[in-house]
């Protein structure tokens, strides 16, 4: 189709919609299906086939851990949210609703800070269109900055459009993603390559999962638009292996759009064309580094490369390649759509836009939050229904390669530079809330361990660093240590830093020097008494 | 994936990935879930249809933790054990199964009923501690719970 068929496709599709009547969507995220979603619109695709009723599974509506969720709206009013849904309530819920009332039976409160405290932009259409069905997403504006961007407008304007709007890389590291989208446009490569990082590998971190399996035309369409602007023709989604349901929509979804010709080739009548492929990782963190991810598209181990050369410069097959995390690739089509100077003005000046958090640990509620950059932490903590089963200890940020952020520092905002000065990272977005139970020495062997698990074994500094620093935490928690082994620790840790060749051995003494830095007194604690003061670490512990 | 496969023999590779060197992990994917587990006879077949030293195809498999070298048992059994999972003790549920069946993580018990591995967070943190049960995520209260139903006389896994 082109841009004028998209359009009216649109038009036929949304009026088709607003005169369906009830709308009802049934969670089809992971944590739903696990908690038995699949059940319960099946239940509700059966009994209320023959009624004024259009029912989808959609995708992730936040709250997580009250799974299965339901959604039911009526006409423009604001939709009702049902959690821990079985077959049967769900049907009594929207036949209540149909009989014009609606029931208080596991319903969610319209305030609930969960829900209604969010900024959703990247999740816009998250929980409210079926990932399995192109139309649903067309209703809802699917494709729209895509025909714009192939009909209106020139690849150094899209560039410009996105730097303009101060966009950072939601990967972690928090570059500017237009600066990055010019290098690679500007690069003197006839063949370039486009490449969405969706290997998730931080323990905690479930954002990307949540957009590729509730929004994967978001994604494909944001890599379309960089494919545009920098002039790629090809595309690879590297999706975790542990991923399997994200493989599978996106797959369905490139398949639907290729057929309609919104990827694929001469893209809505256009000249350029763009093919995308998905490219299964096969569980190894670091291939979440961009040189090792590169290497792992190509068949070959996930090991990381030196850099410079960087990617942009040279990438696969030695081609400049632009890669960029999957969240980032979301927050395209809002930028295109209503400009630059919107997007920055949400957020923090330096820090524009929402990020999306995917909180759990001893949280009230576990799922997925989108707010503006600049929130604070006590904020996202109050909006997930705070701490359980104690009082707030410490929230860890950035996974592996991040750190724990104590209470003191808890009215933080939530941007890429406060995060780095409390010796965290703001890494993808997983964010973990430990309660006062929790024995700090333990999180940070857990990490440690991790990281000698996922090292690739390349560098040594990351190769044994990583492994005798597990050693030496083993120590510490398992009572047998004593204080000369913290300095040597210490010392070990800031030696992987500067020494190690790629993020994975530079970062992964992030947790053991930021838990030192503010719980040094619970390492202390574990070496002078010989046993754990939360009484987690167990004496028989050790490696 | 596998009705694209053309060549009888065996049968590994589709049309469209032979001969292609970054078809490999794809490949492997492909081999392990028709056969369970990548053997050596199987690393050599796809080392010579994709035209790859059987060292790098070795290499491959044996980096990435999803690949199996080894056969797996009846039923597979994994924990995760994501930050989540492990502040909510997957740690205590996995030495309980290690011992329950006297095997430990990563190894088949011997009448080959049960194979226990772990997995680094399935991203589903909403319902922590998490087990995958024959490719079927469990939540449960409890991990005793969960204990109990592996124990259980299994339903047959979903057929893809």
Known sequence: ?543 | MNSRQTDNRPGLLSQRQRHRSDALIEALHTAQEKHGHLSVEILGQLAEQLQLPPSLVYGVASFYHAFRLLPRGEHHCTVCTGTSCHLLGSTALLQKLESNFGIHCGETSADGSLSLDSVRCLGVCGMAPLVVLDGQIITADSASEMIQKIFLPLEPPPTP
Request: proline share 5%; charged share 20%; net charge neutral.
């Open chain 1, 1 to 543: 189709m082109n841009c004028d068929e998209l359009h009216d496709r649109r038009l036929f599709l949304q009026k088709e919609l607003s005169t369906s009547g009830l709308k009802v969507s049934v969670c089809m995220g992971s944590p739903c299906i696990a908690a038995g979603a699949e059940a319960v619109l099946d239940a509700l695709q059966r009994g209320l086939g023959d009624l004024a009723v259009q029912v989808i599974g959609s995708g992730c509506m936040g709250p997580c851990s009250r799974g299965p969720l339901l959604r039911i709206e009526q006409g423009s009013g604001a939709p009702v949210y049902y959690e821990k849904m079985a077959p049967d309530t769900a049907l009594l819920a929207v036949q209540a609703h149909l009989n014009g009332g609606k029931t208080d039976c596991n319903v969610l409160p319209a305030e609930l800070p969960f829900i209604a405290g969010q900024q959703r932009i990247v999740l816009g259409n998250c929980g409210n269109c079926d990932p399995e069905s192109l139309d649903s997403t067309l209703a809802n504006n699917g494709y729209a900055a895509l025909a714009r961007v192939t009909g209106e407008m020139k690849p150094e304007e899209v560039c410009h459009e996105i730097s303009a709007s101060g966009l950072r890389g939601r990967g972690g590291a928090g570059y500017s993603t237009g600066v990055k989208w010019d290098l690679v446009r500007t690069a003197r490569n006839k063949r370039k390559y486009v490449v969405a990082n969706g290997d998730e590998g931080d323990p905690g971190a479930f954002m990307d999962r949540t957009l590729m399996e509730s929004d994967p035309h978001r994604m494909l369409e944001g890599m379309a638009i960089a494919g545009y602007a920098v002039g790629a023709q090809r595309g690879f989604v590297y999706v975790r292996g542990e991923y399997p349901l994200a493989a599978k929509r996106l797959r369905r979804a490139i398949s639907e759009a290729e057929k309609a010709g919104l990827l694929g080739r001469r893209i809505l009548g256009s000249a350029f064309s763009f093919r995308i492929q998905v490219r299964i990782g096969a569980g190894a963190f670091v291939c979440g580094e961009e040189t090792a991810l590169m290497a792992s598209i190509m068949g070959r181990r996930g090991q990381p490369l030196i850099r410079p050369p960087y990617p942009a410069q040279r990438g696969l097959w030695g081609k400049s390649t632009l890669i960029n995390n999957v969240e980032t690739f979301g927050c395209i089509a809002p930028i295109i759509l209503k400009g630059a100077a919107w997007f920055s003005s949400i957020g923090t000046p330096g820090n524009s836009g929402t990020k999306v958090f995917s909180i759990s640990g001893d949280i009230a509620t576990v799922g997925v939050l989108e707010v503006p950059l600049g929130t604070t932490l006590r904020e996202l903590v109050e909006m997930a229904g705070g701490v359980t089963g104690g009082k707030f200890k410490a929230a860890q940020t950035g996974g592996a390669s991040g750190g724990c952020i104590p209470a003191s520092h808890l009215d933080t905002p939530v941007d890429y530079e406060s995060l780095t000065a409390l010796g965290s990272i703001m890494g993808s977005g997983g964010l973990i809330v430990m309660n006062d139970q929790r024995c700090m020495p333990d999180v940070a062997r857990f990490f440690m361990r991790f990281c000698q698990d996922e090292s690739c074994g390349k560098c040594a500094p990351c190769r044994t660093g990583t492994q005798q620093a597990a050693k030496l935490l083993a120590r510490i928690t398992s009572g047998g240590a004593e204080l000369k082994d913290l300095e040597q620790l210490e010392e070990l840790c800031l030696l992987m830093q500067v020494s190690s060749l790629c993020g994975l051995g530079m970062a992964a003494p992030n947790p053991v020097l930021s838990t030192l830095r503010w719980f040094r007194n619970e390492y202390e604690e574990h070496i002078r008494s010989g046993r754990c003061p939360s009484g987690v670490c167990s004496n028989e512990d050790a490696l």
